[in-house]
């Protein structure tokens, strides 16, 4: 039987995942589905309490736009429309959207005309909701009353007795006051969900599950050192204790005694085997004369996809291939909804070859990031691991600007771990998402005494983001990155000018490559 309270119907938004989270972190499981779902496959999930329909791109009046099962309407389950949702909703009762004049893009003082449903109850008038649409209502649909207008926008309308609800603003994003509390009602108030979500009882429930799956085989798991495959051990661990194997590659693209820090982590943590295999050279020649970003990626996945599977054929006994999968992950790349384009392709690892026959064990896949480190905390991981901020699969490799050569990987990682370090020191590493050093192929002049020098540049970047999706470069202290500099310059040979990226995303990303 399929479990979820509250469903989610995937129309493309940027903003479905934290959806789901928002919904998540009212201890509510649920799961986002493509907007192709039919009714039919929704009555399999036995305790449906809820849906709602997420933004998305396009325009409910467009040919080919996104549509919905009409019977779902009928399924007597209550229905929240978001943006895009609420266009949806609209259309399919007798309303109609138009391209407005005014487009509302950001935020907008919400006004309510009713008061009297269960949508709104606890809130405040007049507060400020996040707006992202160029489309808007311009006539209700049959059965429909107004709940709530914006200075430009019909804001929100409801059929009470159907429990149909929709909203023009993103309820889940933060700058949406009291957003929270509208998710809340309309998950509690109108669908009657019952808190079934929390950490623990999710722990219990994966180990229970992974013995049972497991029984008395061997895994193979390959360690990155990051959060998520670390907590994938350490739950693996608990579960089944040396009937685990970790693997853990040294690329050369790791960070400096990274891999050393991972493999005192994890033998004084866990009761796993854990191996360590030195491949740096392997991958330092394969990467040579190239400088293509998306080459680079490729050569790197192909490199340690061969480096796991030329270990992982020792391991005649191993039955299950684990890895630390997480909820996004198999939302980007099942859901039908997301129409967005390949920007840089993320898959560190490609497919194993048809003769390596493993069973997948991905005890993390309905799990999102925040959630991840909960659990990890749990079972015990040390922060260092738990907040750590992402590190591409690719490593330095994407972080070496243009042909990767073990020389500027070696310089790059010292100017990586001062800039870490200090951030630590300052307290500061904590309060931004993600922070690193790149190393850029070119050389510029500088004056060190009385001499003339002529070395690479190197580039700081500091991000603060929710998603990674959209970021902001972090206003760090002047005096901070001053101190940063100097220690550079004045420790890390090769070194003679350092830069700081303000640059957000978009237009930029967050890696250089
Ligand atoms: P971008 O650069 O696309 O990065 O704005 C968004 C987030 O993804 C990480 N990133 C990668 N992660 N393999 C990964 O596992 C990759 O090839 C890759 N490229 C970027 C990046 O560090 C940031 O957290």
Redesign the pocket.
């Given at each position: 039987m399929k479990k979820a309270q509250v469903l989610i119907l995937d129309y493309g938004s940027q903003y479905t995942q934290l959806l789901s989270r928002k919904v998540r972190e009212l201890n509510i499981y649920n799961e986002v589905l493509s907007f192709e779902t039919t009714a039919e496959e929704l009555k399999e999930y036995k305790d449906l309490k809820g849906i709602i329909l997420s933004g998305g791109p396009s325009s409910v009046y467009e040919e080919d736009s996104y549509g919905i099962d009409q019977e779902i309407f009928n399924l007597n389950v209550p229905i929240l429309g978001v943006c895009y949702g609420m266009q949806l909703i609209a259309e399919k009762f007798g309303g109609k959207v138009e391209n407005a004049d005014a487009k509302e893009f950001g935020k907008a003082q919400l006004h309510f005309d009713n008061f009297e449903n269960k949508l709104f109850e606890g809130l405040n008038d007049h507060k400020n909701v996040w707006m992202s649409h160029a489309d808007h209502l311009t006539k209700i649909p049959n059965g429909f009353i107004q709940l709530a207008h914006s200075d430009s926008s019909i804001a929100a309308i409801a059929n009470i007795e159907r429990e149909i609800y929709a909203i023009q603003f993103h309820a889940e994003v933060t700058h949406s006051e009291e957003g929270m509390q509208m998710l809340q009602n309309f998950v509690f108030k109108i669908c009657n969900a019952q808190k079934d979500w929390n950490m623990n009882s999710f722990i219990e429930h994966q180990v229970e599950e992974i013995k049972n799956i497991v029984k008395n085989e061997e895994v193979i798991l390959g360690l990155s050192g990051g959060v998520d495959s670390s907590v994938a051990a350490a739950l693996i661990s608990k579960a089944i204790g040396k009937q685990l194997t970790c693997i853990f590659v040294d690329t050369g693209l790791l960070r400096k005694n990274e891999a050393k820090k991972v493999m005192e982590n994890y033998t004084k943590l866990f009761d796993l085997n854990i191996k360590l295999i030195d491949a740096s050279q392997r991958f330092y020649s394969a990467l040579k004369g190239i400088s293509e970003p998306e080459e680079k990626?490729k050569i790197i996945g192909r490199e340690f996809v061969n480096v796991f599977n030329d270990e992982a054929r020792k391991m005649q006994k191993a039955k299950f291939l684990a890895q630390g999968t997480i909820y996004p992950d198999v939302i980007e790349s099942s859901s039908k909804g997301h129409s967005s384009k390949t920007?840089?392709?993320?898959h560190?690892v490609g497919g194993l070859p048809e003769d390596l026959k493993f069973e997948l064990l991905e005890p993390l896949r309905t799990l999102f990031k925040d959630e991840v480190r909960e659990v990890g905390r749990k079972l015990g991981l040390d922060n260092s691991i738990v907040n750590r901020h992402?590190?591409?699969?690719?490593g330095l490799g994407?972080r070496v600007i243009g042909e990767v050569e073990k020389e500027k990987a070696d310089i790059l990682r010292e100017v990586d771990d001062i800039f870490i370090t200090k951030l630590e020191q300052h307290n500061l590493y904590d309060k931004v998402s993600?922070a690193f050093a790149t190393i850029l192929p070119v050389k510029t002049v500088g004056v060190m005494g009385d001499n003339r020098t002529y070395d690479y540049v190197v580039a700081l970047r500091s991000v603060n983001t929710i998603d990674?999706m959209t970021a902001t470069s972090t206003h760090l202290p002047w005096e901070f990155l001053d101190e940063v500099v100097n220690e550079i310059i004045n420790k890390v040979e090769g070194v003679n000018r350092v830069v700081y990226d303000i640059t957000s995303?978009p237009p930029g990303?967050?890696?250089w490559e």
């Open positions: 990626r920007i840089k392709s993320h560190n992402p590190f591409p699969g690719p994407v993600q990674f995303k990303t967050i890696e």
